[in-house]
């Protein structure tokens, strides 16, 4: 299966994998459709109890920014995005862009629940 990995260039996020580059946006753009710098992923008590997670409160933050910039996708999510355009559309923000952020918050959010976490 082909990964695509964030390959940020002077602000803009492309997704690259072999001889194939996506532009999904600009960074910026990315982090404002997601909301902040910062995303929280709240777990459960039994989650709480995995080794791995480091939280009293059973809340983690995670840095928007890094994972957006270090988090690979699958051909698949990158083929589904290639179908939006980077016209301005929602937000005032590329229509790619958005659809992209929407997508890794819910990967985020899966994140915390207590099925699988799904991969990008």
Excluded: C
């Amino acid at each position: 299966m082909t990964r695509y990995k964030p390959d940020p260039i002077d602000g803009t996020l492309f997704l690259t994998a072999e001889n194939d580059r996506v532009e999904i946006g600009a960074i910026d753009d990315v982090v404002d459709a997601i909301g902040d710098e910062t995303h929280s992923i709240e777990y459960d008590q039994k989650q709480r109890t995995q080794p791995w997670l480091e939280t009293d409160d059973g809340v983690l933050e995670i840095d928007v920014r890094e994972t957006v910039t270090t988090l690979p996708h699958t051909e698949e999510t990158v083929s589904e995005l290639r179908e939006y355009d980077m016209g301005t559309e929602r937000y005032g923000l590329p229509r790619r862009t958005v659809e992209f952020a929407d997508r890794l918050v819910e990967i985020l959010e899966q994140q915390g629940e207590n099925e699988p976490p799904i991969d990008g």
